[in-house]
């Protein structure tokens, strides 16, 4: 297995805030390359142990022929990384993602790896008919071309039902460094923890949460299967795109209530008040359809955009939705990190 793997996989073991990275753009749809990098240094800035470019909460539509934005977008995401590295002296986890028919997700973890991201979260929603064999196969192909973070996406945003046997059988490639658990389900789950659990390849495999709705019981939970146990170390997520630095302060709270046992009251109720927040930004109330447009609303009263515009002109706010981000953000002042930005935006910004 190639250093560089070993290192990666290194890196994800010890827990990281990984967030999933939004696009910016201008009022005419085009991307936004100063609030573009503007954002990569506050995450990078704020404490992030990584970062996940070209993934659901950048728009797959970044890959469209007419759009063309996939490599310019992780290029710049690349450049502020390195800067921020060559600055600190700290390592960075640069996902990128891959996804489409064999074909072009192979070619897109090709252009990861000679860009010089670490690895590719791998979605499978474009092989919804697809077998669990040729499920497998392609993912054995494209782990030829960079290792592969697993990624378990709801259906409600584009994902597609994987079951357990799938699961039995992805945690046996070779290539695979972790899996971003991302169903919203609680059963959905357990079959990716069960599989990990019993696998001998389970202490190799890092677990990300992705359940933007359960973050701090995904975060503490041992989960037991019989003699085998799996538990998630890190967060890959949506909701940390926004108020970046209380989600650092946060993981580091659910490691020291796991340690000592401390204000495990508090770090469970704080998981509760996230949840309600989430479902808010997330518009869970109908179905996800305003969940980037959420998370670009948050991010535009930070003054980090300058608008909520997706690539898709009819993609916005659901009914009510706004109203509701006002609810929570008045509810649980806590949360943000409105502050933290606010001192430091003019220089992400210059």
């Known amino acids: 297995m190639p250093g560089t793997m070993v290192g990666f996989r290194n890196l994800l073991q010890q827990g990281l805030v990984i967030p999933a990275h939004p696009l910016a753009l201008t009022e005419d749809r085009k991307m936004d390359e100063r609030r573009q990098r503007a954002l990569t240094r506050y995450y990078c800035e704020a404490g992030s142990g990584g970062v996940a470019v070209g993934v659901h909460t950048t728009q797959f539509n970044i890959r ?69 064999d040729e499920l497998i196969a392609h993912c054995r192909t494209v782990g030829e071309s960079i290792p592969l973070i697993g990624f378990y996406l709801q259906p409600a945003v584009g994902g597609r039902p994987l079951n357990a046997e799938f699961w039995e059988r992805f945690v046996e490639i070779e290539s695979v460094v972790a899996i971003k658990v991302a169903s919203f389900d609680r059963y959905q789950t357990m079959e990716v923890l069960r599989a990990v ?46 108020w970046t630095s209380r989600a650092v302060e946060l993981l580091h709270s659910v490691q020291d209530a796991k340690r000592n046992c401390a204000r495990l009251d508090t770090v469970l109720a704080r ?69 933290f930005v606010a001192e430091n935006l003019d220089r992400w910004l210059s």
């Not at 992705?210 to 997520?237: C, P, Q, S, Y």
């Open 64 to 132: 469209d022929a007419n759009v063309g934005l996939f490599e310019p977008v992780l290029e710049l995401a690349l450049e502020e990384v390195h800067a921020f590295e060559a600055r600190s002296g700290k390592t960075l986890a640069k996902i990128g993602g891959v996804c489409g028919d064999t074909r072009q997700a192979v070619r897109e973890a090709e252009t990861l790896h000679r860009l010089g991201y670490d690895g590719g979260l791998l979605s499978l929603a474009a092989l919804n008919n697809a077998t669990n």
């Open 197 to 242: 659990a019993h696998s001998d390849r389970g202490a190799e495999i890092a677990l990300y949460t992705g359940n933007d709705d359960n973050i701090v019981a995904d975060l503490l939970t041992e989960f037991r299967f019989g003699d085998r146990t799996a538990h998630f170390v890190g967060g890959l997520l949506g909701q940390w795109a926004v």
């Open 271 to 339: 998981g509760a008040e996230i949840t309600d927040a989430n479902a808010a930004i997330f518009d869970a109330r109908h179905e996800f359809h305003g969940c980037i447009s959420g998370i670009h609303e948050v991010l535009r009263r930070q003054g980090l955009l300058a608008g909520r515009w997706c690539l898709d002109p009819h993609e916005s706010l659901s009914p009510g939705q706004l109203q509701e981000i006002e609810r929570v953000y008045a509810a649980y002042p806590e949360l943000n990190d409105d502050a």
